[in-house]
């Protein structure tokens, strides 16, 4: 359940209620969706994985609203085809109907698990351009904010699901983008402002140093999936931030591999690693690569600032991360800044 900050909330409101609607377009052509406002409705999709009992979605509803805003579900969304919340065409249409409606004024996706990347041939991208709003998830969505990056030009947030775990650190890391549009710097881990229990603790540099480049990324099993498709945007000079769960060290260097062979870690001006959750070897593998040793070996010869350790990925505090937003990374520090807001 959602845990609000209600003082932080309360004082905010009234410069949210005083906020334009309308999508701004950055000096980059980046197009930045409205900010959302308290009362604004917002479409719940699961272009993805289903949800067992349709009864799990009461509680979604009620972080929705516990936000301040309205929830607008999508036809299929209790829908079931196998493993699918619906056939391909049906989440497809989901997605349509949501980005279409005037009323609603961002997508939630509930949940990820597999099938984004199934409806992707079925996609109108010229409608979803045309109608330029948040779309908030992550894990499989991935999918989604990689092809809209690739051909909708317009921010999207890599965030917890609505199904999610809605803490206070990642109620505030969202707010603070989506409803505030602030440019904060994101610190590791949550709350420590001490480098030296930052570096000890959570973060592992591979090589120091400052780097700026707009943000992509997400989770790296679902964007090695779309190498070699017209889904993947151009990384020049991009910040790449990935995340995983539940990979051995030798499939995540067998993913930077491919990457690295795509020519798209060669592209990058910086690299953030996220949480790898549940990413350890099988078994006693005493003669194998630790997950950080397979990262030094891809990142450190890039002679970029990149590191490991970053807030992000399949754990109950998570900040939010705007693709195409441009931002500066601070490798030895571990933190994330960002240089524009992500909403208009």
Sequence with gaps: MLRLDRRGWIAGMGALLAAGKAPAVAATGLVKPARLRPGDMVGLIEPA????DAFDLDPVMETIVAMGLKPRA?????GRYGYLAGTDRDRAADLHAMFADPQVKAVFAVRGGWGCARILPLLDFALIRKNPKLLIGFSDITALHLAFAAKAGFTTIHGPNAASSWGSFSWDAFRALAFDGATPT??????HEDRLVQRAGRIRTFRPGLARGR???GNLTVLAALMGTPYLPDFSGAILFVEDIGEQPY????????LALGGVLGKLAGVAFGQCTDCGPAGASYGGFTLSQVLQQHLEPLGIPAFQGGQFGHVA???????GVPAEIDAAAGTIRLLE???G
Excluded at 251 to 258: A, N, Y
């Design 49 to 52: 994985g289903f949800t067992d």
């Design 74 to 78: 999508a036809p299929h969304l209790a």
């Design 186 to 191: 994101l610190s590791t881990p949550p709350g």
């Design 215 to 217: 943000l992509l990324g």
């Design 251 to 258: 499939r995540i260097d067998r993913m930077l591999t491919q």
């Design 317 to 323: 505090n998570q900040y939010s991360l705007p693709l």
């Design 341 to 343: 807001p992500a909403v």
